[in-house]
């Protein structure tokens, strides 16, 4: 799909958009940046303007995906009135995010070597989210009724998701796996 950047008032936004896209279709070593300029609609010359290298440039896509797929996680976490197992399914969906299921621990991978934030600190930020989402639950739920701790809960459940990753050739057969696993862990 081709971003046409002019039509956005945000360059940059429309830039990192069809990076985005590059990055989950081919992954960062295949990615080029005349692939996300053609997206962008814009000449490589142009792209440069605005990231002066290619690792600036699919830096900056990274930390924008992750962004959103945690925005969108803490959105689907925190709706009012859905219940706890259907909260966190829609958390690991936001995060599943089309391709982004299949390509996260290389998104990560480079992540951290593009910015030097740890990938163990990136997931952390997301194992956060799901703790709080699972902490704002009434004391009688079955986890917590055996003892366990929100942070431990949401750690085995992102552990779960990753190597569910591995292991599913599809998004829906990932979160077919995730809807199993979390009805193991919050059902009486």
């Not at 295949?30 to 600036?56: M, N």
């Not at 299949?102 to 910015?115: F, N």
């Not at 009434?138 to 917590?144: E, F, G, I, L, R």
């Not at 998701?161 to 009486?188: A, H």
């Amino acid at each position: 799909m081709e971003i046409k950047v002019d039509a956005i008032p945000d360059r940059r936004a429309a830039i990192l958009d069809a990076a985005g896209e590059t990055l989950l279709r081919y992954g960062f070593r295949k990615a080029s940046v005349d692939e996300v300029a053609r997206q962008a609609g814009i000449s490589r010359q142009g792209l440069y303007l605005h990231f002066p290298t290619k690792d600036s440039l699919f830096a900056a896509s990274i930390q924008r995906l992750l962004e959103q797929a945690v925005a969108g996680s803490r959105a689907a976490l925190g709706a009012p009135g859905v219940p706890l197992e259907e909260r966190l399914l829609n958390g690991f969906a936001a995060l599943a995010g089309g391709t982004l299921v299949s390509r996260l621990d290389e998104i990560l991978d480079t992540a951290e070597r593009l910015t030097g934030q740890p990938a163990a600190e990136l997931e952390g930020e997301i194992v956060i989210e799901f703790a709080a989402a699972l902490e704002r639950e009434p004391d009688s739920s079955p986890w917590q009724r055996g003892g366990a701790t929100a942070d431990a809960v949401a750690t085995v459940l992102y552990a779960t998701s990753s190597g569910l990753k591995r292991l599913t050739s599809s998004v829906p057969e990932y979160l077919d796996g995730m809807r199993q696993v979390i009805y193991f862990v919050c059902s009486p």
